[in-house]
């Protein structure tokens, strides 16, 4: 298993930026900049190609209606590029609160949109000329549709590699499917190892039915938070109000992914109580109403033994990369806990 973590996109840039430098060292794999309606990933990523050596870099997540498919596929290869082959693209539809209200786009079709852009990323990175006939692209712009002056054109440069892995976000079962057949990665989102099966395992299956075998195995990216040590279950209130966002705010009521995701995982009463007492704006007690069974089973927080033990089972669901969130404050404390994991992984 290889080991990832992200850094936070609200703020202390430098300091994640040291972190990442310090993790690489004690065995860090892989380093995510998230986009939300925050400062962009390009930028970040960017820097943090000239300031590392060894770990691949991913964006965590672009969206894929904020940019053209074309200018997706030239930054994923500019961002392979300064960093000599380290780049993962991260793609996600994001929600319609974010597209729609930040955008200004409308949020429709994730899942056509999604296999088209893959298909048009992987026609720039083989430097061919790009034509492209979908319901939602169609490259060139027809003339009836512009001035009738553009002509398919290929990329200038010659991208490092004519393959950069895909990485998707996905949550329901059409879009793992999608993903499962396209994609070389696959990011779920608060990923609980016994559950995982019940929840995804039949799309999982659709999904590599179709998949190309040249795309290899199904890389799995689950994202537990991170303590490793004798008295460390309370860090587990640290997120808390993560949780409490997604399952209580992320959305509206009946159209909140996340809460969707909880319910499937068993806690449907839960997933209620944290949506009304969240959208009532009652956001600690929304925070406190999420259920210790649920923070346990999606962590890697307790003595070393029991981390072992969490780490195998993720493992046994079929994961492949842990990207973890260290919880004890400071970068000693953070290092030291990738170190530890590093440790009991090999």
């Not at 430098?21 to 860090?28: A, I, P, T």
């Not at 209606?65 to 590029?81: I, K, N």
């Not at 949550?171 to 929840?199: M, Q, R």
Request: with cysteine; proline share 6%.
């Amino acid at each position: 298993m290889r080991i990832g973590t992200g850094i936070n996109y609200s703020g202390g840039f430098a300091d994640s930026v040291a972190d990442i430098v310090e993790l690489e060292k004690v065995g860090l794999d892989i380093a995510f900049v998230p986009e939300a309606y925050s400062f962009d990933a390009v930028s970040q990523l960017g820097y943090l190609a000239a300031k590392t050596e060894r770990v691949q870099l991913a964006s965590g997540i672009f969206q894929i209606y904020t940019r053209t498919p074309s200018l997706t596929a030239m930054t994923a290869a500019g961002l392979d590029f300064v960093s000599g082959g380290r780049f993962t693209l991260g793609l996600g539809a994001s929600g319609p609160q974010v597209i729609e209200g930040f955008h200004g786009v409308k949020y429709d079709a994730p899942l056509a949109r999604t296999r088209e852009i893959v298909e048009i990323c992987r026609q720039v990175w083989r430097r061919e000329r790009v034509v492209h006939e979908g319901k939602h692209y169609t490259i060139p712009l027809p003339p009836e549709q512009g001035t009738g002056l553009g002509k398919p054109l290929k990329l200038i440069n010659h991208p490092v590699r004519e393959r950069i892995p895909i990485l998707l976000a996905a949550l329901g079962p059409k879009n793992v499917a999608l993903t499962a057949e396209l994609a070389e990665g696959w990011e779920p989102i608060f990923f609980h190892p016994e559950k995982a099966n019940d929840v995804w395992g039949e799309a999982l299956a659709e999904g590599k039915a179709k998949r190309d075998p040249a795309l290899g195995e199904l890389d799995v990216f689950a994202g537990p938070a991170l303590a490793i040590g004798d008295d460390v279950e309370h860090l587990l209130d640290r997120i808390r109000p993560h949780l409490a966002l997604y399952i209580g705010g992320m959305g509206a009521r009946g159209k909140n992914f996340y809460n969707t995701l909880a319910q499937r995982y068993g806690f449907e009463a839960e997933a209620k109580e944290i949506q009304d007492l969240y959208l009532d704006g009652k956001k600690d007690e929304a925070a406190a109403a999420v259920p210790l069974e649920l923070l346990r089973a999606i962590s890697l927080v307790g003595p070393a033994s029991y981390v072992e033990e969490r780490v195998a089972a993720f493992k046994e669901a079929g994961v492949t990369t842990l990207v973890v969130s260290p919880l004890q404050p400071g970068r000693e404390a953070r290092v030291d806990a990738v170190a530890k994991l590093a440790e009991i992984i090999t």
